[in-house]
């Protein structure tokens, strides 16, 4: 059900990403990791949408300048159609914080989070209580109705995660 795979992409396919998408300039700012409103101040996070083919988060669009860096992701994990590509980030925090548990989306697919930087923060399952690193280049694959928390970085500025729904 959750599977992880060390060192998704070549090391010269993840420094495109590195180089291009850690770069980009606008990103929106949210409320919460989660899909609703969390009280826990620390419970923040910005991302830029690369791709939503209309799904509550985002409206429809892609970015045709950022898109083709993930390309190679897409074709390792055997993505046949997209649904979101997002990047989030997540800053540090004074101790770990654990998002509200949630699902990307309601719409049955496959969900690709591939973590860009090695931190002490994660993502954990609800159900079976698993806990994955944040390790850079690491990916971990999962249905998109496994409920799961983000947990903040406490040893690093910033968290970053590519989020992929996909089919």
Same mark, same amino acid.
């Given at each position: 059900m959750i599977r992880t795979i060390d060192n998704l992409l070549h090391l010269k396919e993840f420094k495109a990403i590195e180089q291009n998408l850690l770069e980009a300039p606008i990103y929106k700012t949210f409320e919460s990791t989660a899909y609703k409103q969390s009280d826990n101040i620390y419970d923040v996070m910005? @991302?830029?949408? %690369?791709?939503? +083919?209309?799904?509550?988060?985002?409206?429809?669009?892609?970015?045709?300048?950022?898109?083709?860096?993930?390309?190679?992701?897409?074709?390792?994990?055997? @993505?046949?159609? %997209?649904?979101? +590509?997002?990047l989030n980030v997540t800053f540090a925090t004074p101790k770990a914080e654990i998002s509200e548990p949630h699902?990307?989306?309601d719409i049955?697919?496959?969900?690709?989070? %591939?973590?860009?930087?090695?931190?002490?923060?994660?993502?954990?399952?609800?159900?079976?209580?698993?806990?994955?690193?944040?390790?850079?280049?690491?990916?971990?694959?999962?249905?998109?109705?496994?409920?799961?928390?983000?947990i903040n970085t406490t040893d690093t500025k910033f968290r970053y995660v590519l989020n992929i729904n996909y089919f």
């Open positions: 910005v @991302a830029r949408v %690369l791709f939503s +083919a209309n799904c509550k988060v985002a409206p429809p669009g892609y970015d045709d300048k950022l898109l083709p860096y993930i390309y190679p992701v897409l074709e390792l994990i055997g @993505a046949k159609a %997209l649904l979101r +590509a997002q699902i990307d989306t049955p697919c496959k969900v690709c989070i %591939l973590y860009l930087n090695t931190n002490n923060g994660g993502t954990k399952f609800t159900k079976s209580g698993e806990f994955v690193e944040s390790v850079r280049n690491r990916a971990v694959l999962f249905p998109s109705d496994v409920y799961h928390s983000a």
